[in-house]
């Protein structure tokens, strides 16, 4: 199978064979990531740019060694130290990038849709770094690269996401990710965090850990934004932690192998004690280390490479 | 110095009769700017101008009493001038201005200053609203009987929802001396809050912030009350969903003076056009589920439904080019409602051309005051137009004669085209062309 699409944009619309490319190519990757030496040349010669209109500390990082890794040059701007501030259009900043022969475009953005408004207007592979509460598909694919090391097989595979889905991307892509591989996905939040539709979604919904917790293969926590709560959706921090947060004595109720992930910045002690983040269930900073993989192997594909090309001599 | 009779005849129509719910093949001649003969006309002696329309048909004028002029105060956006174009090239003979210009239509020198400059312009006849409070803030009334000297047609403050129910209750109560309904766009702004589409299927995959049906209904029902409380007129303006609809449907049986419209976009479209971010596709209210969208089909066959509004709002390309959350809200409409709801509504049996026009000439005719014939007969003024129905064209923007290119249809597949458009006997759209001359205007 070879890569066909110019952009990443989202999770939903990959094929089970395009995401298992996805993480049969990260395979590589991640060897080469252990070596001493852990720079390849695929992307010698071409411009990679970092788009953030929203601040990221992890996912931009991730990108840029993703792309020194591969010899790329990389670049990085944000809304801070941008044009933005002078009130540029997206639409000129497109025409712009265009202009100057970028290559690649990691873009981060707090609306739904501006990365799909720029791929659509530019000739340079635009790839979704987050867009607004809609998806975040490099997030997942290393999710699911991480969670490709820990257990056998994804059909049947009982994930739980428990923490704010109506607000999250995050949630979104692993949703359609997890699905499209044969996961069985279910939700747990408070009603006021679940979207209004949720049936559109193929997950069972739960409004109580406890209950949800037992039969679970993997939990994945989602940051819960104390912003929310000044809005009214859940009444304070205390509460929302007796309720929802991942603490020892839900681990103990969970199953022995259980699985726990989370995409970063932890709270800890919120929705995640700081003990389980730390044990030997956790698998989250192997989510950290797999996502520079990922993202190496994604542009790696979006620049036109073959899984089975032998990258270095 | 008195002009010679300036003597008009088509030729070889399909006339529609709405007395007699039928059409009759013939010509028309027009005379002095009033029908003077229907059906076949031998004599053509001292013709000024015959026109041969083989194959079309003949209908009275439209009339839009939802179009967002723009000027003054958004010329960039669009003008009285280039309103009243893209009136006559979509067959609307009759635009009504909504308040929400700057200044906003809250003093007499406004009203004067659109209908004159409609007048002078003398391509569709132009009329406004005025608004109900002062600048549209909902908290101050206007100085309403000086509007109405001027010649509003009705109150609104439109997008901007009444929220203090004490002002629509003394607006309503004061306004049952002038006997001028007040029109409501209806939305609970603290249930919308940022929302940016409805809430529902599409909007829970994408993720963007929802407007609730519940916005909509919520708050009809309470201006409906208010409304019956007072025995006042409202008009609730481009109703979306199923639930509205019922609150309406219920105050019409108990009695209540209310009518409404929906648009155009809501009849046809629903809101998984969203997918793709497409801009074209944002407007408030927003585009519903499929099941909202089929019961404002049914409203319409029922006649729950009184009239068909297009919401004409435009906004410039470099507004609308943008990240979905952050375009204006709005669409144009006059150029295209025509054809669209022509081709999905009439064409295919939905409703019949009579109910078609009910909606949108003598509906808005009786309900707002407007002055234009409702029937094609002798003695009438010569005001109606002539469409063509023989091939299927596609809408694009080299169509449009507005200033704004912001429409949801561009692409579809359409029939029925506006051929001319004629009010009092002068032809203001001829062969699909507005008279250069007009342009310098």
């Known amino acids: ?49 970092n788009l953030f209109y929203e601040p990221s500390t992890r996912t931009a990082t991730s990108f840029s060694i993703a792309a020194k890794r591969l010899s790329a040059e990389i670049m990085s701007i944000s809304t801070s130290t941008s044009s933005v501030q002078k009130g540029e259009t997206l639409l000129d900043t497109a025409k712009n990038l265009e202009a100057m022969k970028v290559d690649m475009v990691v ?25 607004g509460n809609h998806e975040h598909p490099t997030q997942c694919l290393l999710d699911l690269s991480t969670l490709k090391e820990n257990v056998k097989t994804f059909n049947g595979l009982k994930v739980l996401i428990v923490g704010d889905i109506r607000h999250s991307r995050v949630a979104r892509s692993n949703i359609w990710g997890l699905t499209k591989l044969g996961a069985k996905v279910s939700v747990c939040a408070p009603p006021t965090l679940i979207p209004q539709n949720i049936d559109v979604l193929p997950v069972d919904v739960y409004y109580h850990f406890d209950e949800a917790i037992k039969d679970k293969d993997v939990i994945y926590l989602l940051r819960i934004q104390r912003e929310r709560m000044k809005k009214g959706l ?57 996502g520079v993989a990922v993202r190496m192997a994604v542009l790696y594909l979006l620049n036109g490479g073959n899984k089975n090309e032998k990258i270095i001599e | ?116 400059r409609g007048m002078k312009i003398n391509l569709a006849k132009v009329y406004t609203y005025g608004a109900v409070t002062k600048n549209l803030e909902g908290k101050e009334l206007s100085e309403i009987n000086d509007l109405v000297k001027g010649g509003i047609i009705g109150l609104s403050d439109d997008g901007n929802t009444i929220m203090d129910p004490t002002i629509l209750l003394r607006a309503l109560s004061y306004v049952k001396m002038f006997d001028i309904p007040i029109v409501l766009h209806e939305e609970d702004i603290n249930l919308s809050e940022n929302g940016v589409m409805h809430e529902g299927d599409m909007q829970t995959k994408l993720g963007m912030a929802g407007i609730p049906d519940l916005s909509e209904d919520t708050i009809t029902y309470r201006d409906l009350r208010i409304a019956e409380y007072v025995n006042g007129r409202v008009h609730i303006t481009h109703i979306s969903s199923k639930n509205t609809l019922e609150v309406i449907e219920i105050a019409k049986r108990r009695g209540v003076r209310v009518t409404c419209d929906v648009t155009p976009h809501h009849l046809i479209l629903n809101d998984t056009k969203i997918e793709f971010f497409n801009t074209n596709y944002k407007m408030k209210p927003p585009l519903r589920s499929e099941k909202d969208r089929l019961s404002l089909i049914e409203g319409i066959k029922t006649g729950l439904i009184d009239i ?27 150029e295209t409602a025509f054809p669209v709801l022509y081709t999905n509504l009439v064409k295919n049996d939905k409703i019949t051309i009579f109910r078609f026009l009910e909606m949108l000439n003598s509906n808005p005719v009786k309900y707002f005051d407007i002055d234009i014939p409702t029937d094609i007969k002798e003695g009438n003024d010569a005001t109606f137009i002539i469409f063509s129905d023989d091939k299927e064209w596609e809408i ?46």
Request: hydrophobic letters at 35%.
């Open chain 1, 107 to 131: 873009m981060r953005h707090l609306c739904e849709g501006a990365p799909k408004f720029l791929a659509e207007r530019i000739n340079a592979s635009v790839i979704n770094a987050g867009d």
């Open chain 2, 1 to 116: 110095m008195k002009k010679s009779l300036n003597r008009l005849l088509f030729k070889n129509l399909h006339i529609i009769d709405i007395e007699n719910q039928s059409f009759i093949d013939g010509d028309i001649l027009i005379e002095d700017g009033k029908i003077s003969k229907l059906g076949k006309i031998e004599d053509i002696s001292e013709i000024t101008k015959i026109i041969n329309c083989k194959g079309m048909q003949a209908i009275p004028g439209l009339v839009d009493i939802h179009t967002h002029l723009r000027e003054p105060g958004e010329e960039y956006k669009e003008t009285i001038r280039t309103a009243s174009r893209a009136a006559v090239n979509g067959g609307f003979v009759a635009i009504c201005g909504m308040a929400n210009t700057t200044p906003t239509v809250d003093t007499i020198g406004t009203v004067k200053y659109i209908l004159e």
């Open chain 2, 396 to 441: 694009n923007t080299d169509l449009f004669e507005s200033k704004s290119r912001n429409n949801a249809f561009l692409g579809e597949k359409v029939y029925g085209r506006i051929e001319y458009t004629i009010i009092n006997g002068d032809i203001k759209l001829e062969k699909r062309k507005i008279d250069k001359k007009k342009k310098g205007v």
């Open chain 2, 308 to 334: 068909i509004a297009t919401d004409h709002a435009p906004h410039a390309i470099y507004e609308k080019e943008v990240e979905f959350n952050y375009a204006p809200f709005g669409v144009t409409g006059l």
């Open chain 1, 1 to 49: 199978m070879k890569w066909e699409k110019k952009d990443l944009i989202t999770i939903e619309e990959l094929s089970k064979g395009e995401i298992n490319l996805i993480l049969e190519t990260a395979e590589p990757f991640k060897e080469i990531l252990r070596r001493n030496i852990k720079k390849v040349p695929p992307l010698r010669g071409r411009t990679v740019l």
């Open chain 1, 234 to 290: 859940f009444p304070s921090t205390r509460e929302y932690m007796n309720l929802f947060s991942m603490d020892r004595s839900r681990l103990k109720e969970a199953k022995k192998n259980v699985i726990i992930m989370h995409p970063g910045p932890i709270n800890r002690g919120v929705e995640l004690d700081g003990d389980v983040a730390d044990s030997k269930n956790s698998v989250i900073l192997n989510q950290v280390t797999n």
